[in-house]
């Protein structure tokens, strides 16, 4: 019986798909899987029973992914997920933004007490009056699964979109418009655009071509036009909090939609500060606890990896030999050398096999003719650089 263990409440969509073969329990140290949203994990002590992590979201910074390859502990995501709840809003925000409807809501609220409420509000209007989409240009950093459905949306609106990513893969190329104009540079977005939309993963990097930590900042700031519109719907650090509230002040910038309120943003004058409500709709938790459930299963039962954060995929299907031998390892010379000579030695055939890296880590499964004994696995976990071995079959 395999232990699963939910730090956060997770829909029963999702962990209604966990066989008879799966127990959900209160107690973290049995479990051998962990189904996590938000919950804060790096101060947690793992147990040796802990196989894998499942976050029903994107961002896995609640999780200590070096801690846990270190610990062979392999952390799933759900990337795409929550795409459709978080484009979404990306469109509320550039409305909020560019009308003052939360003003003018708060306004009336002000006045509803009044008996000429109606008069009062055909004369006060005019102070809330906005902008409109259409025509404007819309520059998206980041066209993934929830940057190209937006830029999509924005040239339904009548929007001149603009897009810039440099690891566009070629099947998401596939389902962006071609009316979608696409430009190398983050500066050109910067520099072109009324509103900019970020949704880029946050990366920490001295090279500033593939660094996003603050690349909204004092110096790209005044790269863009007077008046811009900034949205971010997708990590707080993307944004210099220091530099947003000088650009607000001075004018440069119009307004600054976040979805991360933080202690500076909260209060920040021109700033639309939203709870972090991008994924907060019923068919995105759904979606999102589904392929957590999917994944953690499919890793349980057959030893594939999709959607890892901290190991490489490799996906074998299902196992039709004897059997199936997986081995979480570092990124090392001499790794596959050694464990096929204990296979030699031992007199076992491996009929196929698979060995992946990624960065410092590797993920190697074995499928063999000979049944898998504990011996052998013992023999291999002894091999410097062996973080865990698990027979799945």
């Known amino acids: 019986?395999?232990?699963?263990?939910?730090?956060?409440?997770?829909?029963?969509?999702?962990?209604?798909?966990?066989?008879?073969?799966?127990?959900?329990?209160?107690?973290?140290?049995?479990?051998?899987a962990i189904l996590v949203r938000s919950a804060a994990m790096h101060d947690m002590q793992f147990s040796d029973n802990l196989l894998a992590i499942a976050r029903a979201g994107a961002g896995v910074n609640n999780i200590p992914l070096d801690r846990c390859a270190e610990e062979g502990i392999v952390v799933f995501n759900t990337p795409g997920a929550n795409a459709n709840g978080v484009k979404e809003l990306a469109v509320c925000a550039m409305l909020l933004a560019s009308r003052d409807i939360i003003g003018g809501i708060d306004w009336v609220q002000s006045i509803k007490e009044e008996p000429e409420v109606a008069k009062m509000v055909e004369k006060g209007k005019g102070k809330f009056a906005g902008t409109e989409l259409k025509g404007k240009k819309l520059g998206i950093i980041g066209l993934g699964a929830i940057g190209g459905p937006l830029a999509n949306i924005a040239v339904d609106l009548g929007m001149e979109v603009y897009g810039c990513d440099p690891y566009l893969s070629v099947d998401a190329a596939w389902n962006i418009s071609s009316k979608?104009?696409?430009?190398?540079?983050?500066?050109?977005?910067?520099?072109?655009?009324?509103?900019?939309?970020?949704?880029?993963?946050?990366?920490?990097?001295?090279?500033?071509?593939?660094?996003?930590?603050?690349?909204?900042?004092?110096?790209?700031?005044?790269?863009?036009?007077?008046?811009?519109i900034i949205i971010n719907m997708a990590r707080d650090l993307l944004v210099d909090d220091e530099a947003m509230e000088e650009a607000l002040n001075s004018g440069k910038v119009r307004k600054y939609v976040t979805d991360f309120p933080n202690p500076k943003t909260a209060g920040m004058a021109g700033v639309i500060a939203i709870p972090h409500l991008g994924a907060s709709t019923e068919e995105s938790e759904d979606n999102c606890a589904i392929m957590a459930v999917n994944q953690i299963m499919d890793f349980i039962e057959n030893g594939n990896i999709k959607n890892s954060v901290n190991f490489p995929a490799c996906d074998m299907g299902v196992c039709k030999t004897a059997a199936r031998i997986t081995i979480l390892h570092r990124n090392i010379p001499n790794m596959l050398t050694q464990f096929t000579q204990i296979m030699a030695e031992k007199n076992i055939n491996i009929s196929e096999m698979s060995n992946k890296s990624r960065g410092n880590y590797s993920y190697a499964m074995l499928d063999v003719d000979s049944p898998a004994t504990e011996d052998l696995c013992n023999a291999i976990a002894a091999i410097d650089g062996v973080l865990k071995v698990r027979i799945v079959k």
């Open 1 to 32: 019986m395999v232990k699963v263990n939910c730090l956060n409440a997770i829909s029963k969509v999702g962990t209604g798909l966990l066989t008879d073969n799966y127990q959900i329990t209160e107690n973290v140290d049995e479990a051998q």
């Open 180 to 228: 979608v104009k696409h430009v190398k540079t983050r500066e050109e977005i910067f520099s072109t655009c009324d509103f900019i939309s970020v949704h880029t993963p946050l990366v920490d990097n001295p090279d500033p071509n593939v660094n996003t930590k603050k690349m909204i900042n004092k110096d790209t700031i005044a790269m863009m036009k007077d008046g811009v």
